[in-house]
């Protein structure tokens, strides 16, 4: 019976490694078709490949604006991750280490906003910044990435965890609040840090919902809107590029993920105290 069990989870296991799997073979095997093949369908690469011509023409495209939006990817993603991680390491912090009025209420607050949906606030945020004169620049895309409700709530998970007698040590030999912060307690939190951080680069860089209502300018386009533009001088859509194009966008999300897995947290226990 127990064979029987586990033989059966292990099929459910393999059909959803599947699920998600083929769609990343399909377009793998995608980048060595031209826009004829394609049309065709089949799930096999073709021959002749066309991986080479693709990747060229993509780099090619529009003068190279491809390399435009690639580098505009890395500074959303890298500058909304690493400010919005830092902002919600120190929200953590203030929630593990002070009792104020309205502390419970507030987390709580916190921790609704976190369920809300982006596009229920776009348009609000999409006359905010009109108001404010930062449509269709980067600052539309950088701003509302900084703000992450939801790493909030998992540093105060992370920070739970770091036990008081580590902070009444510190105090005791009269340290500050500050190097409490910097020296004891952000090494301690480190693999929360990165994962709320791997969690915000992976959310800002496939942020497509936002940066289509917030830009217009193919100069300040990410790579996951930029993509969707490519097309011929006819205006036609050249699907083998974008295909390539899409593939190129998942690649350096796949890459980090494999470098810093090692650094993610397997334990997220407790919650406010």
């Known amino acids: 019976m127990k064979a029987t069990r586990r033989a059966g989870f292990e099929i459910v296991g393999i059909l959803i490694a599947v699920f998600f799997l083929v ?30 011509d693709n990747l060229v023409g993509v780099f090619a495209y529009n003068k190279g604006v491809f390399v435009h ?39 709580f607050l916190i921790l609704g906003f976190a369920m809300i949906p982006h596009f229920a606030t776009a348009l609000p945020l999409f006359i905010e910044f009109k108001n404010f004169h930062i449509l269709n620049t980067m600052w539309a895309m950088i701003v509302p990435s900084v703000l992450n409700v939801f790493g909030v709530y998992l540093m105060v998970v992370y920070w739970n965890q770091v036990p008081e007698e580590m902070f009444d040590a510190a105090m005791m030999d009269g340290t500050r609040e500050l190097t409490i912060f910097l020296r004891i307690g952000l090494p301690t939190i480190l693999p929360g840090a990165t994962t709320v951080l791997l969690i915000a680069f992976v959310a800002i860089w496939n942020n497509y919902f936002l940066a289509l209502i917030m830009l217009n300018r193919h100069e300040v386009f990410p790579l996951i809107l930029g993509i969707t533009t490519i097309s011929s001088a006819s205006g036609w859509p050249v699907y083998n590029l974008t295909v390539m194009g899409a593939f190129l966008t998942a690649l350096p999300l796949l890459i980090l993920f494999i470098t810093l897995q090692r650094f993610l947290a397997p334990q997220l226990t407790g919650a406010i105290k």
């Not at 890298?78 to 002070?98: C, H």
Request: hydrophobic share 50%; net charge positive; no cysteine.
């Open 69 to 107: 939006w690639l580098a505009n990817s890395f500074l959303y993603s890298s500058v909304g991750s690493i400010t919005g991680t830092f902002l919600a390491a120190m929200a953590g912090f203030a929630f593990r280490r002070y009792r104020f009025f309205g502390r419970k209420l507030l987390f």
């Open 23 to 52: 769609p990343f073979y399909w377009l793998l095997q995608s980048t060595t078709k031209d826009i004829g093949q394609l049309m065709e369908g089949t799930f096999v690469p073709q021959v002749p490949i066309h991986f080479i």
